[in-house]
């Protein structure tokens, strides 16, 4: 077991209130949130939840919020689930045999033209995904894991140079969709 976090001491706004950690929840954005136990105005971030050890990137107090909350955080309930046909949850008694197609998914990029950092915003999907961004010749330049039911994804290509760039998400299912980031 490798240990992401220790409490550093941090008080919010002062003591006693100490940003120690409670309770967490995997958010829609594919981040994990932490409360603190007392009357506090920041919650933990978990930026990066799949990645092992430290490379989780655990950031302590990382979000301010406008006003003090205590014990809770929101909750994130998966809006996107509907019944399986067949099965015992499915009580419309609807199902006509064909498999279930959606409309073609469709991903945008703002702001484009971009200075490198850019979000690509995209309709839910019940699987994760993969985001590939390819120069013009192909070169794959970054690959980063897209989260399940996330709607958001922001990308940082500080390091790459200007031109355009082919932005390629693939789910699960096979669905995929494509856009172009031009990079000034």
């Avoid at 070169?139 to 500080?158: M, Y």
Wanted: hydrophobic residues 40%; glycine residues 8%.
């Amino acid at each position: 077991m490798v240990l992401i976090a220790e409490w550093d001491t941090f008080y919010s706004p002062f003591p006693p209130f100490a940003t120690v950690f409670d309770m967490a929840q995997l958010a829609p954005d594919g981040k994990i949130y932490i409360s603190t136990s007392n009357g506090t105005l920041h919650l933990h971030v978990i930026n990066n939840p799949d990645a092992p050890g430290l490379g989780c990137n655990m950031v302590q107090h990382q979000l301010e919020l406008p006003r003090y909350f205590s014990n809770s955080l929101p909750n994130h309930p998966n809006y996107h689930l509907g019944p399986v046909d067949g099965s015992i949850c499915d009580s419309l008694g609807v199902n006509v045999g064909l498999p279930e197609r959606g409309p073609p998914i469709a991903i945008n990029a703002y702001p484009n033209p971009s200075n490198g950092r850019f979000t690509l915003s995209y309709a839910a999907q019940p699987s994760a995904g993969v985001l590939e961004v390819r120069d013009l010749s192909g070169k794959l330049v970054r690959q980063e894991r897209i989260p399940a039911w996330s709607t958001v994804h922001a990308v940082d290509l500080d390091d790459a140079t200007s031109g355009l760039y082919l932005c390629k998400v693939r789910w699960r299912k096979g669905e995929e969709a494509i856009h172009l980031i031009d990079l000034e």
